[in-house]
């Protein structure tokens, strides 16, 4: 029993530790209006400011956008998916790869400066990285 209590309280570290880093990521900017760490099945790990959203659906439509994106990259590139980027009126839907079954998702809006967030997300993915 006490290994079950100890296991669950490991789950929820962890998922403090990433909504704690995911609350850090979108202060840098407020062009930055989500940020979530999915697994590839489309499982909501941990999020912040998609309150509007339902959580299955960013999952799912996540877990859509990366298989495309991961069958292009394959195919068209003979090389494994890293980013993949969608490009709206109302902004960027940006999905990176953390480990090989977890993604950061970010929504940034169309006044985004694209370099910093890019910046932003190279120095965050190793800090989820070693906490997945």
């Known amino acids: 029993m006490t290994t079950a209590t100890s296991s669950s309280s490991t789950v929820t570290s962890k998922s ?4 704690g880093i995911l609350n850090r990521y979108r202060s840098i900017s407020s ?11 489309g499982f909501m790990v941990s999020s912040v400011a ?3 959203i339902d959580d299955g659906l960013v999952g799912g439509m996540t877990a859509a956008l990366l298989g495309v994106g991961d069958r292009i990259s394959k195919e068209m590139m003979s090389s494994q998916m890293h980013q993949v980027f969608v490009k709206s009126a109302n902004g960027y839907v940006i999905c990176n790869n953390i480990t090989p079954d977890a993604v950061l998702l970010t929504l940034v809006n169309a006044e985004a400066k694209l370099g910093l967030i890019f910046l ?13």
């Open 16 to 19: 403090e530790q990433i909504k």
């Open 31 to 41: 062009d930055i209006f989500g940020a979530s760490v999915i697994t590839i099945e």
């Open 50 to 52: 998609l309150s509007e």
């Open 120 to 132: 932003e997300i190279r120095r965050i993915l190793p800090q989820l990285a070693a906490i997945l």
